[in-house]
């Protein structure tokens, strides 16, 4: 069974982000109300505490102790204070006193000379006498109240408002900052001071510097152009496949002319407020020119750049004036401003073409997957700094890593290194360079098949895909073969093409379609049942064929005609507006090719399949004992060993 090498995520799986619960912040003036009552409870229960664990604590009496005290002579000051007495006892008592009727069962007994009591509700008029007889002295206070109480009764309500509508200010404040701030754009700008990006750390794109070599000496020397009546060009666009490093060559264009670079995703200046993508545009641009010589790097720009007015009912009114905002300010250079724009995409078919036309983006530089020795020397970049073993050939790695961009080729030096730590060595190896190939290409490795029957279809499925490659002239060689399931794939048939591929000719397509269908045609010759292994090779076969009918024009019956749908303009109901440039009968024409092709193609597999079956059985119980067969032995068995006689020590290039 045949999957694409590069897998999608699995759909379902939910991103980090959006699990996570929001968070709720209690604001501040709840912790102010919070605090101020965490100082009233202490402010009213500090005293009671205190009195409560002092040497002397004071004991509540009835009012005919008190009196009996009085009589007694053994009051020695009291303090009156409305019904409350408090006072001190000449002696210490003790309360309840053994005996007495007050004294409940289980009552704590408490000694002490500090006392209160409670007058009577009704007046008793000889107590002021028989405590001036008695020689007690006698204090009279007002019915005062707590300082800090009385402060915060006064004051507290005031502070709350006061602080509450100093909280509320701020908030507004913050949100009009944002409100106000909403035009102004979102680049962020590196200095000239930073560490800076070169020309050397920048591999595998020659052709991409030589171009850009002149950008810099202008930055550099602009006096020595303007002198001349010359005009550098205003505006280069990166054109090429993501991981190319557009990104990285414009930084490294702004470290060689030492000067600042300011970097923005186009995606960033579009919102759902209209006039605020043009009012970002307009600031990054007076930002730039104020710090020139600079240059603005915008990446993605197909996301504000799209042709203007496509599809149905017309365009993006925000987009588009966002657009036009952008297409005046790169009017609006003077020749003496020294400041490049520069933008990176890989959709060029679908920019407006006011964007492409000369003044403005004029000048486009193709930012190409790197050949083998431009794989080589970016190899050699991502390596530095890398202990790496005496048998690492990197012009073997990048002979295998054919289709591979600058990214690709640093999340493998990255995953051999992160292999070569779990493994607890001090050196990273070839065979972790090999691991890591198949880990990203193939995916991770699951638990081999448990079930005997699906074991033996996968067998035969990839016995079949690996058979046909071995005998068909024009298809690229099998590297190895293996059972054991990569991935989302139960079984991989690897692949490594002979060399870089730019051109394809229609055998060769023809070779791919016969190696697509010999997993399917395996399974009805060998086991007589088709099973669903092959649903991806069927839908990879369909679409080869119709390309090479309805674009390629590699149809006898068709002829040389393009009946491909017009990729300049890929809006969104684009296609339905403006219908099908050829007619019904024309599209079941192209139908009919397409099916007569791939029926064609499996007659032809089928036929070799049942012409060498004892290979095929061969080769599946090959793979049935060990899981896993070299290209070299796949070779052997299918009687063409001289073809190929360095596949056994290169690593994967491509993966059912």
Sequence with gaps: MQFPPNKKPDQNTPSDDGDKPPQFQIPRWAWLVVGLVLLLWFTLRVPEMVSSVAPNPVIDVPYSVFRTQVDAGNVQEVVLQQDQVRGTFRSAITFPEDGSPLLAQGAVQRTSREFSTTLLPVPDSSLVDDL??????????????????????????????????????????????????????????????????????????????????????????????????????????????????????????????????????????????????????????NRAKAAAPAIVFIDEIDAVGRQRGAGLGGGNDEREQTLNQMLAEMDGFDRTESVIVMAATNRPDVLDPALLRPGRFDRQVTVALPDRKGRFDILKVHVRGKPLGEDVNLEQLAKATIGFSGADIANLTNEAALTAARRSRKRITMSDFFDAFDRIILGTQSPPLSNEHERRVTAFHEAGHALVAALTPRADPVLKVTIVPRGQALGVTAIMPEDDRRNYSKEYLLAQMHVLLGGRAAEEVAIGEITTGASNDLQRVTSLARRMVGTFGMSDAIGPLNFGED???????????????????????????????????????????????????????????????????????????????????SPVQSGD
């Design 132 to 285: 001036r007889e008695k020689g007690v002295t006698v204090v009279a206070r007002t019915n005062e109240i707590n300082p800090i109480l009385l402060f915060l009764f006064n004051w507290g309500p005031l502070i709350l408002l006061l602080g509450f509508f100093i909280w509320s200010t701020r908030r507004a404040q913050r949100q009009m900052t944002g409100v106000f701030g909403f035009g102004r754009t979102q680049a962020r700008e590196y200095s000239a001071e930073r560490p800076k990006v070169t020309f050397a750390d920048v591999a595998g794109q020659e052709a991409a510097k030589s171009e850009l070599v002149e950008i810099v000496d202008f930055l550099k020397e602009p006096d020595k152009y303007i002198a001349l009546g010359a005009r550098i060009p205003r505006g280069v666009l990166l054109v090429g496949p993501p991981g190319t490093g557009k990104t990285l060559l414009a930084r490294a264009v702004a470290g060689e002319a030492n000067v600042a670079f300011f970097s923005i995703a186009a995606s960033e200046f579009v919102e759902m407020f209209v006039g605020v993508g043009a009012s970002r545009v307009r600031d990054l641009f």
């Design 567 to 649: 990729e300049r303009q890929p809006f969104l109901g684009y296609s339905l507006s403006q219908g099908r440039t050829y007619s019904e009968a024309t599209a079941a024409r192209i139908d009919s090719e397409v099916r007569h092709i791939v029926d064609k193609a499996y007659e032809e597999t089928r036929a070799l399949i049942e012409e060498n079956q004892e290979k095929l059985q061969a080769l599946a119980y090959e793979l049935l004992n060990n899981e896993v067969v070299e290209g070299s032995r796949v070779l052997e068995l299918a009687g063409k060993a001289e073809r190929e006689e360095e596949l056994a020590t």
